[in-house]
């Protein structure tokens, strides 16, 4: 999802032509049935082409937001979705949606797309219920492939992207300034070519981020709602 400018429509949405299954996808979901039950409520933001609801288990209840029609219409023929909700790119209002609804909630790389990332988390929480989680993801700006384009002074950056953190950043703005009460910090990979590599290489990414996590493309959180 994005909530920029016209003219950078689809920096990050160019699944009309080929869609990318990363291991954030997968890592995300995979929190969203650790944390749910069969018959659970489940909400995707920002769900972009549904590679995340996709990896939903199918015995959940699947809703999904985002601020593009053709992403919602992407998702809901990967994923079996029972609502959609179409959210205005600019002021993200996601507070139309239903109230403590959900049990679990994911929204992966969408905050760094917004203008008030700590009022989103806040909006965001809104929707959990009681007892409840989300799953959050946002890009690591300090990954080994952006320090490497940093060096050959190349703009590596994406031009929807407003803000960024490294996972110590990331860390206190949950912890100690908003006070939230995270349950785990989850890692999905260190990636260290551009594109997929073979099974052995994408493993080795995927261990690679537990000794490293500062490393990893991406910060993960799952977030507990009191009760």
């Given amino acids: 999802m994005a909530t920029v400018e016209k003219q950078n429509h689809h920096i990050d949405l160019d699944f009309m032509q080929k869609i990318k299954s990363l ?7 995979r929190m969203a049935e650790k944390y749910s039950q069969p018959g659970d409520q489940l909400l995707d933001v920002g769900t972009g082409a549904g590679s995340i609801p996709a990896l939903y288990p199918q015995d959940r209840l699947i809703d999904v937001a985002d601020a593009y029609q053709s992403c919602l219409d992407t998702a809901s023929k990967r994923a079996k979705v029972r609502n959609t909700y179409l959210l205005d790119e600019t002021d993200f209002d ?3 949606l239903p109230q403590n609804n959900y049990t679990v909630v994911t929204m992966s790389h969408v905050l760094e797309h917004l203008r008030d990332p700590v009022g989103a988390i806040s909006k965001v929480m809104n929707l959990v219920k009681p007892g409840g989680h989300l799953v959050l993801a946002v890009p690591n700006p300090v990954r080994p492939l952006v320090i490497a384009s940093a060096l050959l002074r190349r703009d590596y950056v994406n031009r929807g992207h407003i803000v960024a953190w490294d996972r110590s950043h990331f860390i ?5 300034i908003l006070e939230l009460d995270v349950v785990e ?3 999905d990979f ?3 070519v551009p594109e997929k590599g073979g099974k052995w290489l994408r493993g080795f990414e995927k261990w690679l981020a537990k000794p490293f996590p500062h490393l990893s493309y991406s910060n993960m959180a799952v977030i507990r709602k009191p009760a």
């Fill in 185 to 187: 910090y989850p890692t």
């Fill in 172 to 176: 206190n703005m949950l912890e100690r």
């Fill in 190 to 192: 260190v990636q260290l």
């Fill in 23 to 29: 291991p954030y996808h997968a890592v995300t979901a």
């Fill in 94 to 96: 996601i507070e139309k």
